[in-house]
């Protein structure tokens, strides 16, 4: 089993920043890419950002040049800075990993956070 944690949400005005966090823990052998989602009321949910164990990332374009995605493979864990904050950012943040799981035949897992809120108001 695979158990992903994230904390750093909340409420923030327009322009401002957040940094979130998700730390993966259980049966790890390897963690392949990382990734944020979120899910906006209404809305499906959508990819923000990831980042594989190289150090390879990616953006969606709405967030790109505001936010930026890092990871610590030592601690198995993955961030989110998040700068510039608009309104339209508001949603459910979701961390995501996909990699192997140890003890025994290594087996593909991909797992998913409980998700954290943000929200972006004056």
């Known amino acids: 089993q695979v158990q992903l944690v994230e904390s750093g949400g909340g409420l923030v005005q327009p322009g401002g920043s957040l940094t979130l966090s998700c730390a993966a823990s259980?049966?790890?052998?390897?963690?392949?890419?990382m990734a944020w989602f979120r899910q906006a009321p209404g809305k499906q949910r959508e990819l923000v950002a990831s980042i594989s164990s190289g150090g390879s990332t990616n953006y969606a374009d709405s967030v790109k040049g505001r936010f930026t995605i890092s990871r610590d493979n030592a601690m198995n864990t993955v961030y989110l800075q998040m700068n510039s904050l608009k309104p339209e950012d508001t949603a459910v943040y979701y961390c995501?990993?996909?990699?192997?799981?140890?003890?025994?035949?290594?087996?593909?897992?991909?797992?998913w956070g409980q998700g954290t809120q943000v929200t972006v108001s004056s």
């Open positions: 995501n990993a996909g990699g192997y799981t140890s003890g025994g035949l290594p087996r593909r897992f991909d797992a």
């Open positions: 259980g049966s790890i052998y390897s963690i392949n890419v």
